[in-house]
């Protein structure tokens, strides 16, 4: 068993869409980032990519690369899943924390699980995404953007 840890964050942004674990948000705002500024899915990544030994995000996929402008995170995931099990590593479970004031995230949870669990060509219910919020401490609890936190265990 091998085990990663992600995290990620981007602070929100005009004129973005807000994308969040494959799902488009409504949301008077998106996120800030070379792609598609998907914190969940990088996390996500991170720690699939942690847990192979295989680097990071930023390393395979660099956001000074142009080819990765705007790029679809769900697409970044499966390429990323594709090199760990060409290590012979498969995907078990992951956890997910996502830490943000607004919007509130409980009716797209479900699916959120079903694209991660799709890109990761596993059954939902081996994805736990959880939303909290920062109490309104820091800059999260302004409202000024979101961080996620993401566990992957790989055997």
């Not at 899943?81 to 498969?90: F, I, S």
């Amino acid at each position: 068993m091998r085990v990663g840890i992600g995290y990620d964050s981007h602070r929100f942004a005009d004129r973005r869409k807000l994308i969040l674990g494959g799902v488009t948000i409504p949301h008077l705002q998106g996120l800030a980032g070379h792609s598609d500024a998907d914190a969940v899915t990088h996390a996500l990544t991170d720690a699939i990519l942690g847990a192979s030994g295989l680097g990071d995000i930023g390393t395979m996929f660099p956001p000074t690369d142009p080819q990765w402008r705007d790029a679809n995170s769900i697409e970044l995931l499966k390429q990323a899943y594709q090199r760990v099990v060409a290590t012979g590593l498969n995907f078990v479970s992951a956890d997910i924390t996502v830490i943000l004031e607004r919007p509130k995230l409980t009716q797209y949870i479900d699916a959120m699980r079903d694209k991660l669990a799709a890109a990761l060509v596993t059954g939902t219910s081996m994805v736990a995404v959880k939303a909290k919020t920062n109490e309104g401490m820091g800059w999260i609890g302004r409202g000024e953007g979101v961080a996620v936190i993401a566990v992957a265990v790989l055997q």
